[in-house]
């Protein structure tokens, strides 16, 4: 390993999908069959996932983005979660319960059963390949990162080289351990969608929920260069400023809260990340040269690539493809209409229309981006 690149892959359930499409023209601008160029993943949520996908492919990230994006177009929501009929009603029982404090201590309350990830994860991550990369210097470090329910702190498991050491802050910390599928089911589990696990006695849930920085581990581990793929829209700001025309002045419905609960966690703060520390670079080249010296280890280069749509809207056109239990829990939600429920929806839609779609966004916006990401790989720090 000849650089210190760190690629930042944050959460958001089916929106990572997104991630594989640009990782995917990544694969084409690249050398073909050439290795991983990030030595440093943070992955968090369902970037966790892709993130360790990469790392077990090591040694050849063509074939690491094709694995990826065979497994993300013909994912589909049985894969990921169960749906029937009985099972949802079982989860909403013991929401129910857990308010007059009725349910088991050790059973864990959430809307749906996830069981059927750990079963996907398995069949497709071999763990045993982190350690071999990492002993071959093909990575450096892989970094997921969950959200202790016992602590509050957001907490960063990391594989990595042996001068890498953990690290404690102001709520959140580093852990080095051996990475297992354990771990990206903590990372994963949506807090109220998705039941918390257990990790060593403690309960950990979605890590996207207490992180105040997606960029914070990747620093600790040693990156000088970010790459980050986001999920969110942030091109469309200009829209943010246009006038709304209707907008509806009802109450909000549990379906339109959770929407915008998921989105408070998962929809990207990066570029306040990026913002704060390209002014921390401007004011570090002001410093005389001596001085200088002592900060040479904040990045000086950054590339974040996010959606050039709203993933909402493109969620809104494929609602229908969800199975018909989840759309009647939505529904029961509040969410009366497609509008109310794209939202959340666009976290759940783990089928393959939706899937492909941001497959293909995300594709298009990288080689939109191609001369950009190609810049980013030959500058040197």
């Not at 849930?205 to 790459?227: M, N, V, W």
């Not at 969110?232 to 829209?239: E, I, L, P, T, V």
């Not at 703060?269 to 002001?286: A, G, K």
Request: charged share 20%; glycine share 6%; net charge positive.
């Amino acid at each position: 390993m000849n650089n210190n690149n760190a690629l930042i892959l944050s959460g958001g359930g089916a929106r990572a999908a997104y991630q594989v499409g640009v990782l995917s023209a990544m694969g084409k601008i690249l050398p073909k069959h050439s290795p991983l160029p990030f030595p440093i993943l943070c992955g968090t949520s369902a970037g966790a996932l892709n993130a360790t996908m990469l790392a077990s492919y090591a040694d050849n990230f063509s074939k690491a983005v094709s694995s990826l994006a065979f497994v993300w177009r013909h994912l589909t929501p049985d894969q990921i979660y169960t749906i029937g009929r009985w099972p949802v009603a079982s989860s909403l029982t013991k929401t129910l319960l857990s308010l007059f404090h009725l349910h088991k201590q050790n059973s864990s309350i959430a809307l749906m059963d996830n069981t059927p990830l750990k079963e996907l994860l398995t069949n497709h991550l071999d763990f045993s390949k982190i350690g071999d990369a990492i002993d071959k210097q093909q990575l450096k470090a892989l970094a997921i990162t969950a959200m202790s329910y016992s602590t509050g702190e957001s907490t960063t498991f990391f594989q990595g080289a042996l001068d890498l050491q953990p690290w404690q802050g102001n709520r959140r910390k580093g852990v080095k351990t051996a990475l297992n599928v354990d771990h990206l089911l903590a990372s994963s589990a949506i807090p109220t969608i998705f039941p918390a696990h257990n990790i060593h006695n403690h309960y950990y849930g979605d890590g996207a929920i207490r992180q105040k920085s997606a960029i914070y581990p990747a620093l600790k581990l040693g990156a000088d260069k970010l790459f980050i793929i986001g999920v969110s829209g942030n091109r469309s700001a200009q829209k943010w400023a246009t006038q709304e025309k209707d907008i509806n002045s009802g109450a909000p419905s549990m379906a339109q809260i959770l929407g915008q609960l998921l989105n408070s966690a998962f929809i990207d703060n990066l570029e306040d990340d990026i913002y704060q520390l390209e002014i921390m670079n401007r004011l570090i080249r002001d410093l005389p040269k001596d001085k200088q010296a002592n900060h040479l280890n904040l990045p000086t280069e950054t590339l974040i690539i996010s959606p050039s749509e709203e993933l909402n809207e493109i969620a809104h056109h494929y609602i229908t493809t969800l199975p018909k239990n989840i759309r009647v829990l939505l529904k029961a939600a509040g969410g009366s209409t497609r509008d109310k429920i794209s939202s959340a929806a666009s976290y759940l839609l783990f089928t393959p229309q939706y899937c492909r779609a941001l497959i293909e966004l995300g594709y298009k916006d990288a080689m939109w981006e191609k001369d950009r990401i190609i810049t980013f790989f030959e500058s040197r720090k």
